[in-house]
């Protein structure tokens, strides 16, 4: 257990862009001063772990008890695994690096509370030299994520080997699992117009004309978009096969042709246009534009009514909750399992309360066992309002871990374990095969690799 306590953090939760990585270019045969360490075709200077440092408190992490020999350690890792990736030719695109970038710069822009600030803490005349000099740490970072998944994605574990971990376990040191409950909601969701979606199709195909005349389909994207997760990139979104894109989207992406942008389309977001930048073999690099039809006030109050008459017939007896979510639910993902919520941090249906989504929390905190809550309004990502009720089904009070009922939960803790010994065993061999040289005060740190070779 205490393998996967002290290892989880730093194989799991990849740390996303130090910017102290900025300066980490690929070496060259000039020497440059403040190099401590150098991995393959990458260096680690002095000043990089300072300012991981330094963007670690940006995240808000506790740095009291890290050492500058593990932080080293850490930098050593991210540049193996880069250096690996691109040995293994592993291909991170500029579109992708740019679309992060871009998050990250207003992440550093909140914390540090305006642009001017943060260019004056990293020592940049304007914004677009601090782009350039981060554009290398971020291409650096998304290649070492690539890396990591690939030595991992291969992981599986057999029952077998979960039983076999759980004995494994001192019965001192079985983990407490804490609170947990289990949440079911019924959506209602207004009906749109015919004629409110007919200005969304109408508004798309004037844009596409207005592309196709020499507009800038990456700014319309960022003016226009409903995609949060994408419009302020130009509605990049990089699509395989494979994919966790809706089926519609994938089917128009896959039957362009490069430059080609497609006829609005509808699926359950809004309705889109998509143009095909550039094919990569079985990877697409596509734009799109998505715009949602809006919701009239009228329908809003239909929505209400309908909910409410669902509501009183369960408080009536007339149907049970899961029936009626069956029946009359307009959320597709709950509906056949009626209502039941899916917890997407372990995609089991339940929520330990101390991690739960302090908005889903305050819904439900207050009920009592059964009791189904009054009509509550929430909102897509496109804006549109909805009406959903939602109950608590079951209730789990804090315990000691179970084999059989906490299967699912053992099965991650062993499955966790055994991809960080796969790290491990990579790690091992690549360290042997690759250049790599620490030098200074820091050949005296301890580390937990063998980047010293001794």
Not at 206 to 222: D, H, L, M, N, T
Not at 227 to 235: N, Q, Y
Not at 303 to 330: N, Y
Not at 420 to 437: L, Q
């Amino acid at each position: 257990m205490k393998l996967i306590k002290n290892k989880i953090a730093l194989i799991f939760g990849i740390t996303i862009a130090f910017l102290g990585n900025a300066y980490a270019q690929p070496s060259s045969k000039k020497k440059i001063d403040g190099v401590v360490a150098v991995v393959g075709d990458y260096v680690v200077l002095d000043s990089d772990i300072d300012k991981s440092f330094v963007e670690l408190q940006a995240q808000s992490v506790d740095i009291k008890n890290i050492t500058r020999c593990e932080m080293l350690g850490k930098l050593l890792e991210d540049r193996l695994y880069a250096h690996q990736a691109v040995q293994d030719s592993i291909v991170v695109s500029d579109a992708e690096v740019n679309e992060f970038m871009n998050n990250q710069i207003d992440q550093f822009t909140e914390y540090y509370g305006s642009t001017e600030k943060l260019l004056k803490m990293y020592n940049k005349k304007n914004l677009e030299d601090f782009r350039t000099s981060l554009f290398d740490a971020v291409k650096m970072n998304k290649l070492t994520a690539q890396m990591q998944r690939k030595i991992v994605d291969d992981v599986e574990i057999t029952p077998e080997e979960v039983r076999t971990f759980f004995k494994s376990i001192p019965q001192e040191e079985l983990p407490v699992l804490g609170a947990e409950m289990e949440v079911a909601q019924i959506v209602v969701k207004p009906m749109v117009s015919q004629a409110e979606k007919q200005k969304v199709i109408d508004k798309l195909k004037q844009i596409k004309k207005e592309v196709q005349e020499g507009s800038s389909f990456f700014s319309r994207a960022v003016i226009y978009s409903e995609d949060r997760a994408s419009g302020s990139s130009g509605g990049y979104i990089k699509v395989t096969k494979k994919a966790g894109l809706v089926k519609e989207f994938k089917d128009v992406a896959f039957s362009l042709q490069e430059g080609e942008i497609s006829e609005p389309f509808e699926t359950e977001y809004g309705y889109h246009i998509i143009y095909l930048e550039k094919v990569r073999g079985q990877e697409l690099d596509v734009r799109h534009i998505l715009l949602s039809p809006k919701v009239t006030p009228e329908a809003l109050v239909d929505a209400k009514t309908k909910i409410e008459t669902i509501r009183k017939r369960i408080v009536d007896g007339e149907i049970s909750f899961s029936d009626a979510a069956r029946q009359f639910s307009d959320e597709k993902e709950t509906r056949n399992n009626g209502g039941v919520l899916m917890n997407p941090r372990t995609m089991e249906t339940r929520f330990e309360l101390t991690k739960m989504d302090p908005a889903l929390y305050s819904e439900v905190s207050d009920l009592k066992d059964k009791e189904i809550s009054l009509p509550l309004v929430d909102q897509e990502q496109a804006g549109n309002k909805y009406y959903k009720i939602i109950t608590v089904t079951n209730r789990f009070d804090e315990h000691t871990a179970n084999f059989s009922t906490d299967y699912l939960k053992i099965k991650e803790l062993a499955l966790k374990e055994k991809q960080i010994k796969a790290v491990a065993k990579w790690s091992e061999e690549k360290i042997k095969e690759t250049y790599i040289k620490v030098n200074g005060e820091y050949r005296d740190c301890t580390f937990t690799n063998n980047w010293l070779k001794k």
